[in-house]
């Protein structure tokens, strides 16, 4: 194979995730021509579009539908964005990595924090109190990564009695496939139980006790309520535990102590005496080694929502089971019937609920599995996991973890933004080219760990969806953005909060009042999404902000359908060029205000830039970086961009 074939294919949507090109579907669901189409993944995600007819079991719109035309690569247009890429990209990096330079007049401001580097004559911005956690902890964690698939290896080893069940069923072994499905879901889960429970402890010590509360109480909710009543207890219950562990801080077993009258008084300490710590504190002080196990716990609310729910809606398809109506082969299911088809009865026990939620490789980030995917894939190994195609993934993961070392030894944007320098220094250009960077640095800081996460659990032999699509530079749609962004998160969110809402073509979404229904639904959901990032005002306004800069684009399809200008196609690739300007600055505007300056930094911003002629050209300005200084002070957030997820390994 030659390196530019490897290339190829190391890099191809196939390696990335089989459910962009459908290589991994049944042969009876997926013609040739299907699985030999590229698929774009942004459009071929369910998401928050009123057309989208994916979620509902159809095609994309437009899929397989557009003849390619002849090859642009070599023509005059073509190379004239090489010329002005070649040029640009250059320059961008270059205002950055000038800024970063020891004869720069800020270095000495942020000199402090930055780190010797392991490149010759460079130090690392290791600033972030975030990717710094998993920077500074990642041999450990690659250690735990050999060592938890050879555990399972060497139990699987001890106490199988038929090797063959740690492999996807072929036709000849249809004589008993359910009796070992069922070996190798009992089997899994005992180690994921026993694992989980151990690597619960150490994680999280004395606190593992109230993370098993709170589970127990979800699992109470699903299993001792009238079915009826099950959605909404559970919607009630979890965001209110985000709002509570928020609150509370954890609920130290300090407090606990006091509020129930053991403090120090209650042990008769004489006055003369040191008075010892209550029981609370000495509970404590063996927090493990992510005390703050709250931070973390907003992706474990995920996945107690998505058990109860597939619990609630398995009932109502107690008539039958589809997989007998449809005549599936349950070794063979695609991603859509794994997802869709409940699990058997017995199969939602606390066991399972447990394994599921505590499930070691994705139990701190994610990706997220619907439970019902997850008890389908722990009975079959799914068709997608491939020795070789887990191999290029961890290369393509090893290859991203290069890029953030290159970038964080040579560009200081990080750095700079923490120090809190004199703002009028710096031109717009190395001001928003700072900003740019910054950007790029949170999406390669979330990036690394989902993809280390989601490698480990192949390697286990589990296929969640991949998380990060699309790099910001390659999105100028706002919906193909959210699409990307967070996606197992992003088809969490259709599957239980937007569809049933009836935004993906339910009742009232359609005819008279459709298009205000789907906005609110929309509303909805970007509202959750805010709360469940964090709860402040300034994501809420964030949360509305996007909400409200999508309409542009929904609008934009509407007045200008892609079908009415298909005999004009130049003309409507410039159409889309100017709706994507406006799309990136407005996503751009919206991050701003929620994850940076807030309001007033993004008014003095606009005005400073928009409102001079020096502002317009990358001149030094007179009034902007003074009164976008302050409004970083003013904000609290603004020396972070902390963009989404910040709870991302973040240290006690």
């Known amino acids: 194979m030659s390196l530019l074939s490897y290339s190829k294919r190391l890099f191809s949507l196939d390696t990335l995730d089989t459910r962009f090109t459908g290589s991994s579907r049944p042969p009876s669901t997926a013609s040739s021509s299907e699985k030999s189409q590229r698929i774009d993944p942004a459009k071929s995600i369910p998401g928050l579009d009123v057309h989208d007819d994916a979620s509902r079991g159809g095609q994309p719109q437009g899929r ?18 090489y010329i002005v890429i070649g040029t ?49 902890n990642l ?9 938890h698939p ?37 089997r899994r889960v005992r180690f994921d139980v026993g694992f989980a429970s151990l690597y619960l402890l150490a994680l999280h010590g004395t606190s593992a006790l109230k993370v098993l509360v709170i589970l127990y109480a979800n699992f109470t909710i699903a299993k001792g309520l009238p079915r009826s009543y099950v959605p909404l207890a559970t919607w009630v219950f979890n965001i209110g535990i985000l709002f509570a562990n928020e609150i509370c801080n954890g609920y130290p077993y300090a407090g606990i102590a006091q509020l129930l009258g053991a403090g120090n008084s209650a042990l008769g300490a004489l006055p003369d005496q040191k008075a010892p710590k209550n029981w609370g504190a000495l509970l404590d002080s063996y927090g493990g080694l992510l005390a703050r196990w709250e931070i973390l716990f907003n992706i474990t609310v995920l996945r107690l929502i998505s058990f109860n729910l597939d619990y609630c809606w398995s009932l109502d398809r107690l008539g039958g089971s589809p997989l007998e109506k449809k005549q599936l082969d349950q070794s063979m299911l695609s991603e859509r019937n794994r997802v869709d088809i409940p699990a058997k009865s017995e199969d939602y026990s606390f066991r399972n ?39 290029l993934y961890a290369i393509r993961f090893l290859i991203s973890l290069l890029t953030m070392e290159v970038m964080l030894h040579y560009l200081y944007a990080v750095a700079v933004s923490k120090s809190q320098p004199a703002w009028n220094v710096y031109t717009p250009f190395q001001f928003s080219m700072l900003g740019y960077f910054s950007l790029h640095h949170i999406w390669l800081k979330l990036l690394l760990p989902w993809r280390f996460f989601r490698l480990w659990a192949l390697l286990d032999g589990i296929d969640p ?34 569809i049933p809402l009836g935004g993906s073509g339910g009742p009232g979404t359609r005819g008279s009042g459709g298009k205000a229904r789907a906005v609110f639904n929309m509303l909805v959901v970007f509202t959750f999404v805010a709360l469940w990032h964090d709860i402040q005002l300034k994501l809420l306004i964030w949360g509305w902000l996007v909400t409200l800069f999508v309409l542009p684009e929904v609008l934009a399809g509407y007045a200008f359908p892609k079908r009415r200008w298909k005999d004009h196609p130049e003309a409507y690739r410039m159409i889309c060029g100017v709706g994507a300007v406006g799309n990136i600055l407005m996503m751009m505007a919206a991050n701003l205000v929620g ?35 302050e409004s970083f002070r003013k904000s609290g957030e603004g020396n972070n961009l902390n963009l989404s997820l910040r709870f991302l390994l973040k240290a006690p």
Not at 151 to 170: A, G, H, I
């Open 64 to 81: 397989g539908t557009d003849t390619p035309g002849p090859s642009k690569w070599a023509t005059p247009k073509f190379f004239f964005y």
């Open 595 to 629: 994850f940076a300056v807030g309001l007033d930094g993004l008014r003095d911003l606009v005005r400073g830039i928009l409102g001079s002629y020096s502002g317009l050209m990358g001149a030094k300005p007179n009034r902007l970086m003074p009164a976008l200084a």
């Open 150 to 186: 050879l555990l399972r290896t060497f139990y699987n080893s001890f106490y199988s009695d038929d090797r063959r069940e740690n492999q996807p069923l072929q036709k000849s072994d249809q004589s008993t496939p359910d009796l070992q499905a069922d070996a190798r879901l009992d």
């Open 465 to 498: 969806p991949e998380n990060m699509v699309r790099c910001m530079s390659d999105n100028y749609s706002a919906l193909a953005f959210w699409r990307g962004w967070h996606r197992s998160f992003n088809r969490w969110i259709v599957r239980y909060i937007y």
């Open 139 to 147: 041999p450990y964690m690659l250690l735990l990564l050999i060592v």
């Open 353 to 391: 609920y447990f394994a599921y939620i505590v499930y070691s490789p994705l139990y701190l980030t994610g990706p997220i599995l619907t439970f019902n995917d997850f008890i389908s894939q722990l009975r079959y190994t799914p068709r997608s996991i491939s020795r070789d195609r887990t191999t």
């Open 88 to 136: 640009a990209v250059p320059l961008m990096i270059k205002s950055v990595y000038d800024v970063s330079q020891p004869s720069h007049p800020t270095y000495s401001k942020y000199e402090h924090l930055l780190s010797p580097g392991w490149i010759p004559g460079r130090k690392v911005d290791n600033s972030d109190q975030q990717y710094s956690g998993f920077r500074d």
